[in-house]
């Protein structure tokens, strides 16, 4: 009897709730490009949305475009198509990291959560990251 109270509903607890130093977040892309004068530095500090380095040049569009394609290139179906379409569309980084999440489901769907882990982290170095919060600092 004793030993059944200590599997009480406490000790069910999620890890989710806990800070994980091997999850890290991954931030969409700035709406604003990187600036060329101090005078838009200053502009872009004081009014960006997001840090300096979360605005990445314009001309890295067609690469990530492209690796975004690669990450569907075996996936053969008409959904796969009809992403690879939008992907060809996206008129900037930001848009392309709200289409991540099309990728990773198809890509699981066809092969493995694995594998649309594994792509879903290739495709994740072209945006701006951050170390998960503490659970102790306040939002």
Do not use: K
Request: glycine share 2%; proline share 9%; with cysteine.
């Amino acid at each position: 009897m004793r030993t059944t109270r200590l599997f009480n509903r406490w000790s069910y607890r999620s890890t989710l709730s806990l800070p994980s130093s091997l999850r890290v977040e991954v931030r969409p892309p700035s709406l604003c490009h990187a600036p060329d004068s101090a005078w838009q530095r200053l502009m872009f500090w004081l009014m960006a949305p997001a840090p300096q380095h979360a605005a990445p040049p314009l001309n890295r569009l067609p690469g990530v475009r492209d690796d975004f394609v690669v990450a569907l290139a075996d996936v053969d179906t008409p959904e796969a198509r009809s992403l690879a379409d939008r992907v060809g569309l996206a008129r900037s980084l930001r848009e392309l990291w709200h289409l991540r999440s099309d990728v990773y489901r198809i890509v699981s769907l066809r092969h493995s959560q694995y594998e649309a882990d594994q792509r879903l982290a290739e495709l994740n170095r072209h945006f701006p990251t951050r170390a998960p919060r503490s659970g102790l600092v306040p939002l």
